[in-house]
């Protein structure tokens, strides 16, 4: 019984000695020393290559080292019928709820605009309104969404959400669905994004989208670089319709040193940090996930690959 991994990292031997320290009955092997591709049961994977998965004939399940299973469904020769575990946890959920809050505070107190006046030597007081008055959407009620949402909500703004289904979570208003989109963007001042990527949401915050929002509106997407139609939010930043962009994803990554992103005086540009996994805490969750599939005990991070999360 093995386990290969595959991780884009200089860590890559770190994290092959603290998954065999977790998991000592599975052997822990790297992905350009894989052995005996009978042997594998299990893949532990950061954007795989195209068609690699297929080789391991025994594979029983395959664990994303990461909430986002995207890279792995991007995989059209994808072993059918394994099953696809995310890695998500407490860490994880802390982190992007210190992302989401940390921006939406300081876009709705104007700390870019109190940067530029200390730059200009010029005393500017700057009257905000309370977060009652601020209204923010958040796109996404999965476990970072939901958690992030209610966060806000905590902190005072007037918060709600939007997601593909329905759902009810407590001093949030809830929309779902093509036909209720309109109306949460309509209402929403600060927008958060935090949908995982799938065949829907591919591209889905183009030119019709942001007209949608009030001018003036700010977004955030720290859910995936190919939500966003980057030259329709050039546009609308340009027509001042919106605000501006706080960014955390990009198609390409790392971000081209020449992307007009890196300049633009109404973007922020972020290095996919709001909400990394702790190699530590996530080793844990990833083992403790896959302790339990082997022994038959429910995973509650497997996802439906029909819907994509």
């Given at each position: 019984?093995?386990?290969?991994?595959?991780?884009r990292?200089?860590?890559e031997?770190?994290?092959?000695?603290?998954?065999?320290?977790?998991?000592?009955?599975?052997?822990?092997?790297?992905?350009?020393?894989?052995?005996?591709?009978?042997?594998?049961?299990?893949a532990?994977?950061?954007?795989?290559?195209?068609?690699?998965?297929?080789?391991?004939?025994?594979?029983?399940?395959i664990?994303?080292?990461?909430?986002?299973v995207d890279?792995?469904?991007?995989?059209?020769?994808?072993p059918?019928?394994?099953?696809?575990?995310?890695?998500?946890?407490?860490d994880?959920?802390?982190?992007?709820?210190?992302?989401?809050?940390?921006?939406?505070l300081?876009?709705?107190?104007?700390?870019?605009?109190?940067?530029?006046?200390?730059c200009?030597?010029?005393w500017?007081?700057?009257?905000?309104?309370l977060?009652?008055?601020?209204r923010?959407?958040?796109?996404?009620l999965?476990?970072?969404?939901?958690?992030?949402?209610?966060?806000l909500?905590?902190?005072?703004?007037?918060?709600?959400?939007?997601?593909?289904?329905?759902?009810?979570?407590?001093?949030?208003?809830?929309?779902?669905?093509?036909?209720?989109?309109?109306?949460?963007l309509?209402r929403?001042?600060?927008?958060?994004?935090l949908?995982p990527?799938?065949?829907?949401?591919?591209?889905?915050?183009?030119?019709?989208?942001?007209?949608?929002?009030?001018?003036?509106?700010?977004?955030?997407?720290?859910?995936?670089?190919?939500?966003?139609?980057?030259?329709?939010?050039?546009?609308?930043?340009?027509?001042?319709?919106?605000?501006?962009?706080?960014?955390?994803v990009?198609?390409?990554?790392?971000?081209?040193k020449?992307h007009?992103?890196?300049?633009?005086?109404?973007?922020?540009?972020?290095?996919?940090?709001?909400?990394?996994?702790?190699?530590?805490?996530?080793?844990?969750?990833?083992?403790?996930?896959?302790?339990?599939?082997?022994a038959?005990?429910?995973?509650?991070?497997?996802i439906?690959?029909?819907?994509?999360?």
């Amino acid at each position: 019984m093995a386990l290969i991994l595959h991780l884009r990292t200089a860590r890559e031997l770190w994290w092959q000695s603290h998954l065999q320290k977790l998991l000592p009955e599975i052997e822990c092997r790297l992905w350009r020393e894989p052995g005996n591709p009978d042997d594998i049961e299990y893949a532990v994977v950061w954007r795989p290559p195209e068609g690699g998965l297929q080789q391991f004939r025994n594979l029983k399940c395959i664990v994303s080292v990461g909430a986002g299973v995207d890279h792995v469904l991007a995989d059209s020769q994808l072993p059918e019928g394994v099953p696809v575990i995310r890695t998500t946890g407490t860490d994880l959920t802390q982190r992007m709820r210190e992302y989401v809050c940390l921006h939406v505070l300081r876009l709705h107190r104007g700390l870019d605009r109190q940067w530029q006046a200390q730059c200009a030597a010029d005393w500017q007081p700057d009257i905000t309104p309370l977060a009652s008055q601020r209204r923010v959407g958040v796109m996404g009620l999965g476990k970072l969404g939901a958690d992030a949402a209610a966060s806000l909500a905590s902190l005072g703004f007037d918060v709600a959400g939007w997601a593909r289904s329905s759902h009810h979570i407590d001093r949030i208003d809830c929309f779902h669905g093509d036909a209720q989109l309109a109306d949460f963007l309509a209402r929403t001042d600060i927008l958060v994004c935090l949908l995982p990527l799938t065949a829907q949401t591919d591209s889905l915050m183009d030119r019709e989208f942001f007209s949608l929002l009030p001018k003036g509106a700010s977004i955030i997407n720290a859910g995936r670089g190919e939500h966003l139609v980057e030259q329709d939010l050039l546009d609308a930043l340009e027509t001042e319709h919106l605000a501006s962009a706080t960014l955390d994803v990009f198609r390409t990554e790392p971000l081209p040193k020449e992307h007009p992103f890196w300049a633009h005086p109404k973007v922020l540009v972020t290095p996919h940090v709001g909400s990394m996994i702790d190699p530590e805490t996530g080793g844990r969750e990833i083992a403790r996930n896959l302790l339990d599939f082997i022994a038959n005990r429910p995973v509650a991070d497997v996802i439906d690959r029909q819907r994509g999360y």
